[in-house]
């Protein structure tokens, strides 16, 4: 043993900084996001009141249109991967709030209404309600009014918080009676915000609260925006 290099006491080797944290962007997830999809993430950003407890009700599409709305095919491969997509979207909503500690309730309409959750401030019991949704896949005629029915309910009586209504379509389901229906919401405190994928403005604006309807390429730009924290 080399005594010189006995009598020197060894250099420990400093740690290396921790590196930041990669946005879904730099990561490569997120590619050509549409400045809809951006103003959508701002729009959330805005509603946002650190003085008021937030209210969210998610109001899902089930009608068989959704499952072609991007694919074009309604049994295929990539319409199922469709409704995985919004089940994703639905399952991040507690993280993507979760500084706000919302109250989260989900309805799904079709041919009928159907709360898939009463509102709850759990992020497991929001999870295990979009895994355990079936999507309808069905016409719309007769379950969107009771679907903004049971909407109403579930936000009424929420005096001092922050409501809102997030409402996916493709926007076969929009008519006159609803846009109707949501006015009538909007006068009593909630924020309509519509999401439409594959559906132009113009059938988004009558439903939605002003400036916050949102047409979006496809459901991973929706995925995309809900992956961020607000």
């Keep these: 043993i080399n005594a010189e290099y006995m009598g020197k006491s060894r250099e420990v080797p400093k740690k290396a900084a921790a590196l930041p944290t990669p946005t879904p962007s730099e990561c490569g997830l997120v590619r050509q996001r549409s400045k809809q999809a951006d103003e959508l993430a701002v729009g959330l950003h805005a509603l946002l009141d650190k003085e008021k407890k937030l209210e969210i009700v998610l109001l899902v599409d089930g009608s068989g249109s959704m499952r072609r709305s991007v694919s074009g095919k309604r049994w295929g491969v990539a319409g199922a991967q469709n409704f995985d997509l919004v089940r994703r979207c639905v399952d991040i909503v507690p993280r993507a709030f979760h500084s706000h500690s919302p109250n989260i309730g989900i309805v799904q309409f079709g041919d009928v209404s159907k709360v898939e959750l009463e509102l709850t401030t759990s992020a497991d019991e929001v999870a295990k309600a979009a895994k355990d949704m079936v999507f309808m896949a069905s016409g719309t005629e007769n379950g969107l009014k009771p679907a903004f029915q049971d909407v109403r309910r579930m936000l009424t ?13 493709d926007g076969g389901s929009v008519s006159s009676e609803i846009a109707s229906i949501s006015k009538d919401l909007q006068s009593q405190g909630t924020t309509v915000v519509v999401i439409g994928v594959g559906v132009p403005m113009t059938q988004l604006n009558p ?3 002003s400036g916050h309807a949102y047409p979006l390429k496809n459901f991973d730009e929706l995925l995309s925006v809900l992956s961020e924290t607000y």
Excluded: D, Q
């Design 207 to 209: 439903v939605a609260s």
């Design 157 to 169: 009586g929420h005096r001092g918080a922050r409501k809102v209504l997030m409402f996916f379509t």
